[in-house]
């Protein structure tokens, strides 16, 4: 990295002043400090904390689903759809892999769709199950433990069925279905809409909604995000923040304002989707022109460092 800011010292001939060999100085100087701001931003994020996990039932749509209302989180809403919901393809809800947390680790929900890596070290005083370590997701809140998961996800982390387990945690950037990332609609009437984001690599930090041109900001809500908006139209839009700083939008949803409805999707790209709400497969990549973030400059920003609480 510092070589390709800063001129090596054997490249200052002797047509270098002293100008020259200031200049130089400073691309080195400043390289360096780029340097260091990315060792930080790794410490930052590889920062391990110590709790304890427990298990829910191995039902299908345990923690994800409870009760039918989506969880917390709202991923699975029946609403939009329950289980077969766009914004219940993740990876880790479809293959199980989804915890809730407690209280505390909750908050106001900005957790939601957050990934840990979950290690057991073999150290149960009582010596139960093996050592182990999971990536999971966060989808609902109400746990004893500092994460209550599903069995699937349990048993791959302990090697066991039941009791609480130490545990350390640490955030991990969520892996992402292809369709993308996506937003749908959780409910609405005529002042106040519910939206749910979904197959993020880090949840939310912020979200405007834009109608007609006109910026609505979005509020947080225990796990879904809200907006005000009362009598408008127009070519609706969203722009998301995400926790560590990357942009995403999305664009030309619903077929504009006035068509919304509950259990409708907006994929990054503009797609729209009702079919996989209602039940059918997944998009692929035959008909759906997908957003890859990582190649997308207008669809990034500049990290910073995020600390956990």
Known sequence: LAQAHCLKPSELTKDHDFVDFVAWLLSCLMAFRTLLAACFLSHAWAKVYQGSMSM?????????????????????????????????????????????????????????????RLTYKGNHE??????????VQIVDSGSWATFDCHMTAFNKITDY?????PVSYEEVPCATASQGPVVGVLQ???????????????????????????DHPMKLVGGYWGAWTG??????????????GYTVRFNHCFGGWDKRQTGDACYADGHRSKSLLRGSVAPNSSNVNFVELNATPSNVSEPRAVFLP
């Open 56 to 116: 829910w039932a191995s039902t299908h749509d345990t923690l994800v689903a409870y009760k039918s209302e989506g969880s917390a989180c709202k991923f699975a809403d029946r609403k939009m759809g329950g289980l077969t919901a766009a914004t219940a393809q993740t990876p880790y809800i479809t293959a199980k892999n989804y915890c809730a947390v407690n209280r505390g680790l909750f908050g106001n929900g900005e957790v939601c769709g957050r990934c840990y």
């Open 126 to 135: 009582q010596g139960l199950g093996r050592p182990g370590s999971a990536v």
């Open 161 to 165: 069925d039941t009791g609480f387990f």
């Open 188 to 214: 609405y009437d005529y002042y106040w809409t519910k939206f749910v984001f979904s197959n993020l690599r880090y949840p939310v930090k912020s979200a405007n909604l834009i109608i007609g041109g006109k």
């Open 231 to 244: 009598p408008i139209n127009g070519d609706t839009s969203f722009k998301i923040t995400e926790e560590n």
